[in-house]
């Protein structure tokens, strides 16, 4: 397998089939960054999370121009989720997570695309630890652990991407002593990340990078914490062990996340074998 985390030319065609994530903190207000992404990186399946936009206000038709077909779930302001295929238009199979409430928030998509089925995903914050909004959190994965186990039951080829909002282990966070407190790093949510990848689920960068390997998706815009290299890991793809075995590569796209004007997240990508 290879790995990538640095600057690189604009993808060429390749055999591989590439699907990446990235959280574009407001799809319309970085519109512009996300096209330029697209165009460097050529990916065949992009899931964006946090698209802070109604439904009729997602740019599908920039995203068209852009050679992107799309299916979306949005929501006024925040959260929201996509999925984006080049050539094509993903095949949406789901819209919300089983047992979502009416009217729950947009935080999952599930859609066919070549051959993949792929759900993107936008966990909730959960913040203060003890909230209502982490009790939420915790609901929200329970609803989703078992939608994944009912997708491996499936056999399907199925990749589960997008922003977590958990930081697996101390690895994947600069300074594990002072996020103890974080509703991102609660012993509860890391035993529920670890129960995916014992149920089968791989994590694609730890697959690839290893699991001593310090690897960030996210840094936050104040004190340097780009420059220093103080972030977290908390973008992740999930892969069924049907479809585990076609992983070839994997990086995040950090030149994007140095531009300036860019997401507090990095493009996160894979390579599959076709």
Not at 2 to 7: F, K, M, N, V
Not at 10 to 33: D, F, K, W
Not at 159 to 179: A, C, F, H, Q, S
């Amino acid at each position: 397998m290879s790995r990538q985390t640095e600057p690189r030319a604009a993808a060429a065609p390749s055999a591989a089939m590439r699907i990446a994530t990235y959280n574009v903190n407001g799809v319309n207000g970085r519109l512009e960054h996300v096209l330029a992404w697209l165009a460097d990186t050529r990916p065949d399946v992009a899931c964006l999370q946090e698209l802070k936009t109604t439904d009729d206000r997602f740019p599908a038709a920039a995203f068209e121009k852009a050679g992107y077909g799309a299916v979306w779930h949005g929501q006024k302001s925040w959260n929201g989720v996509a999925i984006l295929a080049r050539g094509v238009t993903p095949i949406e199979t789901r819209r919300g997570l089983p047992g979502d409430e009416a009217g729950a928030q947009a935080r999952y998509i599930e859609a066919a695309v070549k051959g993949v089925l792929v759900g993107c995903l936008y966990a909730p914050n959960g913040n203060p630890v003890g909230s209502a909004k982490y009790a939420a959190k915790e609901a929200w994965y329970a609803r989703f652990m078992a939608h994944a186990d009912w997708l491996l039951e499936t056999g399907q080829p199925v990749v589960l991407v997008g922003d977590y909002n958990i930081m697996p282990t101390d690895l994947d966070v600069y300074v594990p002593e002072r996020w103890r407190d974080d509703a991102l790093f609660q012993p509860s949510l890391k035993d529920t990340y670890a129960w995916l990848r014992g149920r089968g689920w791989t994590d694609a960068l730890r697959a690839v990078f290893g699991d001593e390997a310090r690897v960030y998706t996210f840094w936050k815009y104040w004190r340097n914490s780009f420059q220093r290299d103080a972030g977290l890991r908390i973008d992740h793809l999930l892969l069924s062990p049907t479809l585990a075995p076609r992983l070839e590569a994997a990086g995040v796209d950090r030149h994007h996340r140095a531009k300036e004007g860019s997401s507090d997240h990095g493009p996160v990508w894979i390579e599959l074998s076709r």
